[in-house]
């Protein structure tokens, strides 16, 4: 029963340094709200480096995400006529305390890690386990990305899969 609380207890921490990591990357490109694409790069900032591992199985430098992300906002813009090539957005401020809000790809990302929580088997919550879930989406800025690395879905989940299960329980 201890052992039960002091897992909760820990993956609460990661999920709030999850959050975290993904406001501050959401704000440093100048969004408001974190999306699907600012969790991938905080999963790569966990300290446990379960991200960076699952990316080393896929034999994919976990350096080029941000940068493949950035291709996909200018993509994005082209598409209905404007320059990609634009100026950095200015770093939002940190958002007001209160009710946790993100984009509705983040939303559905946290969604599918707390129906996936009972399926850990006593593993703590990590960063193969935010790549196992951004594997279920098949569009979007995290999607596009990983398509863009030349990852697809089922590579992603699978490569997760196996390092979750490397993962102590």
Known sequence: ???AIRRRLADMRTLRLLCER?????????????GAEHFLLAALDLPDGAAARVFA????????????????YRNALASVGLDGAH??????????AGVYR???SAQALMQVLAKD?????GRGLSGAHVLAALAKA????????????GVGTE?????????ISALPA
């Open 138 to 149: 098949e569009q979007g800025v995290a999607a596009r990305t990983l398509r863009v690395l």
């Open 117 to 121: 929580a009972e399926m850990r088997a």
């Open 155 to 163: 590579q992603l989940s699978r490569a997760a899969h196996e390092e």
């Open 87 to 96: 100026e950095a957005p200015e770093p939002l401020a940190a958002p007001v």
């Open 1 to 3: 029963m201890f052992k």
């Open 102 to 104: 993100a984009q509705a």
């Open 57 to 72: 199985r896929l034999q994919v430098d976990p350096r080029r995400v941000p940068g493949a992300i950035e291709e996909q």
């Open 22 to 34: 993904a406001e501050a990357h959401a704000r440093e490109r100048g969004a408001a709200l974190p």
